[in-house]
């Protein structure tokens, strides 16, 4: 093999979303010589699919003049069912006014009210409301923003690049190795600081609002470097996707005033949550559809009606013009004159790469933020509008974290990488060399199937362990599959396969972790342990391998402001 072609920066970023977007303006702008590495352009990025809109207490909307950071930060730890590490959720809601102004002043549009100032909306599990919107494209408006930014500052963006492995050096990561996507070739990136914000993994799950690329590469790659993944457990079903598609139709809708009803026309929330009613957090509307579902007061093929139709055609075009065209193009119906079918779906991962409040991973020179990461701000469950938050958030503290660790890491060691290539590259070809029958896109359906039947939104032992079981036949299928194109340019079979094997990890160990937490906590409902169990489980579990072995443990949790309490609504 020649001489692999090695990239040699201060920083790596791997993923081009908001959290890496964030991350790298803040390094080129300290002068750093700064890459954003990414597998699709980053205006593809999940990013630009958020709708509803990012939490700030600015108290601009009428009645929520005295809000404030704290109340803020009450709601996000009352929403994550206490689970949220309180320090961090303390940073994210203190930062939290400064980060949208200043998106406004790089050139966010967003919506405003008649007085000129951001307008806000209330969301679920919100004491008062506090999202700040561009209509219903908000994550469109903030990418594109953030992208201008980052390009305007000469960042080495990567783009089509798919990052395979992550390099070590001993006890410290120092790069990683990357497919260049439209010729095959395999590069290696070399740098004393590396940092995931590779996203969700939403696509592990059948039924998920995630975009394809969501595979959840970053908690894979750390997971193989040796750190471990925080609470995996916690995964967030979207109670409102749109029937057949799942596509998200966003809780921007219930916050503008749209209601959910059963087949008999009832407002059944009333009778889950009766002070939020349609507003209630996310894990308590996701469990109250499906068990009306299961009841029997769904509409055939199990969904409830969103009815948006008493807001007017007015308010609908200049709040939510996305979700209605999303409904009109998918399922046919105009929710200016019909209710939306929808039903729950996979939306978001509250676990991920274990970091400390400083985005800093346990692998020095290793750092995580955004989705793929588990700070934790969310808990158990989060509410609508803090991620975003939380990607531009921790995204410029991470940066600052690189930043101060810079001189003291070593630099980069371009032969080690080049070294990394060549294993990386050896793995590759033997597993382009393999033949059979097995395929990825086989094994991805029925693996999505296994953790949506085992894994879904409630949950006991018995089904988790035949779920478990499932995963692990899974795994050895996986080490057989091959690839049919044994190509270089733009080897898509290739990839899948590649993201295929980091999602049967994920899935083990969101299997795990539900398996060792025996109480209902968020989003995590065991009809077994119904429950929330304060003395045994209010703790972080982590998942690690150990020779290829997955082990969970458990680390704590950091309370200080907020008592736990009994979570009412
Ligand atoms: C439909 C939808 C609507 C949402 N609406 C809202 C909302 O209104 N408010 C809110 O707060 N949250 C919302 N969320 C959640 C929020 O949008 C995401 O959590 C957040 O945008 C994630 O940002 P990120 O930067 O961490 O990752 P992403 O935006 O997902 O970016 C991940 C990046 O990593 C790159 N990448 C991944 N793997 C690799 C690899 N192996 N090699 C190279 N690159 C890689 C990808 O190319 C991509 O650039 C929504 C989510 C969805 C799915």
Redesign the pocket.
């Known amino acids: 093999m020649p001489d692999p072609v090695v990239h040699t920066h201060d920083v790596c970023i791997?993923?081009?979303?908001?959290?890496?977007l964030r991350a790298a303006l803040a390094c080129s702008t300290a002068g750093l010589d700064t890459a954003v590495?990414?597998?699709?352009h980053?205006l593809r990025?999940?990013?630009v699919?958020?709708?509803?809109?990012?939490n700030a207490a600015l108290g601009n909307a009428e009645g929520a003049e005295h809000d404030d950071w704290e109340a803020h930060a009450f709601d996000t730890v009352k929403g994550s069912d206490y689970l949220a590490d309180q320090d961090a959720v303390a940073r994210l809601c203190r930062d939290a006014p400064a980060a949208v102004i200043e998106l406004e002043h790089m050139g966010t549009v967003f919506s405003r009210r008649d007085d000129g100032r951001i307008a806000q909306r209330p969301f679920g599990g919100a004491g008062v409301p506090r999202t700040c919107y561009a209509a219903d494209r908000?994550?469109h408006n903030l990418l594109h923003t953030l992208y201008e930014q980052v390009t305007a500052r000469g960042t080495r963006v990567y783009e089509e690049?798919?990052?395979t492995s992550l390099v070590r050096n001993g006890g410290r990561c120092t790069g990683c190795t990357?497919i260049a996507i439209p010729s095959g070739e395999l590069h290696g990136f070399s740098a004393p600081a590396v940092l995931l914000?590779?996203?969700?993994f939403?696509r592990i799950f059948s039924r998920s609002?995630?975009?394809l690329?969501?595979?959840g590469?970053?908690g894979a790659l750390a997971l193989r470097a040796g750190v471990p993944l925080k609470d995996m457990e916690f995964v967030q079903f979207h109670p409102t996707s749109l029937f057949g598609t799942n596509i998200?139709i966003?809780e921007g809708a219930r916050g503008e005033g749209a209601i959910l009803k059963n087949r008999g026309g009832e407002r059944f929330m009333e009778r889950y949550a009766p002070a939020s009613v349609d507003l209630a957090p996310r894990d308590v509307v996701a469990r109250a559809i499906e068990t009306e579902i299961s009841a029997g007061r769904g509409f055939p093929g199990g969904f409830v009606h969103l009815d948006l139709t008493h807001l007017g055609a007015e308010k609908i075009m200049e709040r939510l013009p996305g979700i209605r065209q999303i409904a009109m193009d998918f399922a046919g119906v105009d929710p200016i004159l019909e209710p939306v079918p929808v039903q729950p779906a996979q939306?978001?991962s509250m676990g991920g790469i274990d970091v400390d409040i400083d985005g800093s991973t346990r692998l020095p020179g290793l750092y995580a933020a955004?989705?793929?990461a588990c700070v934790s701000v969310h808990g158990a469950n989060r509410l609508?509008?803090?991620?975003?938050?939380e990607?531009v958030v921790f995204g410029r503290l991470v940066a600052n974290t690189m930043i101060a660790d810079l001189p003291s890491l070593p630099p980069p060691d371009g032969a080690l990488v080049r070294e990394a290539v060549r294993a990386e590259k050896s793995r590759i070809d033997a597993i382009l060399a393999r033949n059979g029958d097995e395929r990825a896109p086989a094994i991805l359906r029925d693996m999505k199937a296994a953790m949506f039947e085992h894994f879904g939104i409630f949950r006991d032992e018995t089904t988790m362990r035949e779920g478990l079981a499932a995963i692990t036949a899974l795994q050895e299928r996986c080490r057989r599959a091959s690839v049919g194109n044994k190509g270089t340019v733009f080897n898509q079979a290739l990839h899948r396969l590649l993201e295929l094997e980091g999602m049967l990890l994920l899935a083990e160990a969101v299997a795990r972790g539900a398996m060792f937490r025996k109480e209902s906590r968020g989003s995590h409902t065991r009809t077994d342990f119904p429950d929330r169990n304060d003395t045994e489980f209010l703790v972080h579990t982590l998942a690690s391998l150990d020779d290829g072995k997955m082990a969970i443990t458990q680390s704590p949790v950091t309370l200080g402001m907020f008592e736990p309490r009994e979570r009412v609504y």
């Open positions: 791997i993923g081009g979303g908001l959290a890496g590495i990414s597998k699709v980053p990025s999940h990013s699919a958020a709708q509803g809109g990012i908000t994550g690049y798919f990052v990357a914000a590779t996203g969700g939403g609002t995630n975009a690329i969501n595979t590469d970053g998200l966003t939306h978001y955004g989705e793929c609508g509008g803090n991620s975003l938050l990607t």
